[in-house]
Structures are given as C-alpha cells and as structure tokens.
C-alpha cells in the first residue's frame, strides 16, 4: 500500500514538475525571482525531450508499482487523467521534439516579454 502511494505522488510531481516546466515562465511574470528554480527546469524540460532521455521520475514510478504489485497504471483518479497527459499514446520521438520546441518557444516568448518590460523607460 505505501508502494503505491509512492508511485502515485511520484506520477503527481511528475506532472506538476511538467506544468512548471511548461508554464513555469508566467510565475516569473509575477515573481521574477522564480526564474532561479525555472530556467533549469525548462531547460531540462526541452533536454528530456530532443535527447530522448528517460526522465529519473519514470523508472522511481515503475520500481514503486512493482514493488506494489502492480503492473499498469489501472485505478483511480492520478492513473486515469494524469497518466495519459504524462505518458501521451502514440509518443514518438518526432513527437517529443516537436513538444521540446513547444517548451522553449513558450519560454522565449514569456521571458522575452519580461526583458522588454524592463527595458521600457517609465
């Protein structure tokens, strides 16, 4: 049972850390002191993607559901809607980089906007 609370909370960071990778960017908008946990998120978000790279959270999830006795991600709410956004169907390597450059398109842009803002004289 503690296993699989593991694996579950596991599978939620994985997707809180993908969030903040992927929007992270509007949080410096507000508190631009955030960048310092940001830019390295964001930049090992786009690294996971275009270097094919396993992300550590899969391999720690899959040894907890083991442990747990459990072989897919069957069950309540964090297998049914989160690990269909974590673990997409049909993911391809093509796939992955096209969301790599998502990320850091969305990045450039947000921070890109922060450095205009304070460059603007007031």
Known sequence: MLAARGADAVLLVHFLFI???VAGGFLVLHWPRMAVLHLPAAAWGVL???MGWP???TPLEQMLRR???QEGFQGGFIEHYLWPLIYPE???RELQ???GLLVLLINVTIYGAILAR???PR
């Open 19 to 21: 969030a903040f990778v």
């Open 48 to 50: 996971v993607e275009w």
């Open 55 to 57: 992300c550590p959270l």
């Open 67 to 69: 442990a747990a006795g």
């Open 90 to 92: 049909g993911l391809t």
């Open 97 to 99: 980089l096209v969301f």
């Open 118 to 120: 304070r460059r603007r």
